[in-house]
């Protein structure tokens, strides 16, 4: 299973599974602020990899 989530330090979205999810928010100053935005089971790679490159871009698009 992978999820995307928004990283409140990097500023961006990221991909991975729930242990990397884990890993990440645990050691942030920010833990309260991670939240798991998609959650994907059998979804292909180039697909998920498609939406994070939108919402990050889309993120850019606002920030500008």
Same mark, same amino acid.
């Not at 645990?26 to 798991?36: E, T």
């Given at each position: 299973?992978? *999820?995307?989530?928004?990283?409140? /330090?990097?500023?961006?979205?990221?991909?991975? &599974?729930?242990?990397? *999810?884990?890993?990440?928010?645990?050691?942030?100053?920010?833990? /309260?602020? *991670?939240?798991?935005?998609?959650?994907? &089971? /059998?979804?292909?790679?180039?697909?998920?990899?498609?939406? $994070? /490159?939108?919402?990050?871009? =889309?993120? $850019? =698009?606002?920030?500008?």
């Amino acid at each position: 299973m992978k *999820f995307i989530w928004f990283n409140p /330090d990097s500023g961006k979205y990221e991909k991975g &599974s729930k242990e990397e *999810f884990e890993q990440i928010s645990v050691y942030s100053v920010n833990q /309260d602020r *991670f939240d798991i935005i998609y959650e994907f &089971s /059998d979804t292909a790679e180039r697909i998920i990899d498609k939406v $994070l /490159d939108s919402l990050n871009a =889309a993120r $850019l =698009a606002t920030a500008s």
